[in-house]
């Protein structure tokens, strides 16, 4: 089982509309967890951090059911502007060391 | 601020050439990393350091060496370069929050082809 898991789509949405994708983790230690955004042939940018309590940043909402290992992303009114890949990334650290895994991400395009 | 930012952007090697790719961050970052990214892989860590003068394999080191004589920069050397290292090579600083976090800022990445 891969420590990090994502449906790669692609996930093809109507301008408007709301869309959600999942992303799961093996290790049950994992401490942060986040989600980084990747424009074609552009390099991975940092969309949003995930709290256990669940985050909201305008349009986009993040959450993490530790019990199930699993984080998700929702958009709402989805965008032109928010095709791209979505890559899910799994951070643990334990007496100075950490590790971050990376998601092979979800490709999302919004159709007009 | 620059941020991230990878030299050389665009690079086509032969087989058994050497080259380096350099790396540098104005952020202050301790923390540094070695990317590479292939279709459907994902982003595979090759090296990091987690401070000047240290190193550390990731999970793809072979074929490749790196080193960090100075915080800001972080050089990603190819020895005698193969075709299986044909990839896009993404370097990274590392931000540690309080709570322990690790937030990464990602150069524009460097295009290598190996003929």
Known sequence: RKEVEQDPGPFN???GATVAFNCTYSNSASQSFFWYRQDCRKEPKLLMSVYSSGNEDGR????LNRASQYISLLIRDSKLSDSATYLCVVNMYDFGNEKLTFGTGTRLTIIP | NAGV?????FRVLKT???MTLLCAQDMNHEYMYWYRQDPGMGLRLIHYSVGEGTTAKGEVPDGYNVSRLKKQNFL???ESAAPSQTSV??????QILASGANVLTFGAGSRLTVL
């Open chain 2, 16 to 18: 058994g050439q050497s």
């Open chain 2, 76 to 78: 990603l050397g190819l």
């Open chain 1, 13 to 15: 949405v109507p301008e």
């Open chain 2, 89 to 94: 090579y993404f370097c990274a600083s590392g």
């Open chain 1, 60 to 63: 986009f909402t993040a959450q």
């Open chain 2, 5 to 9: 930012t990878q030299t050389p952007k």
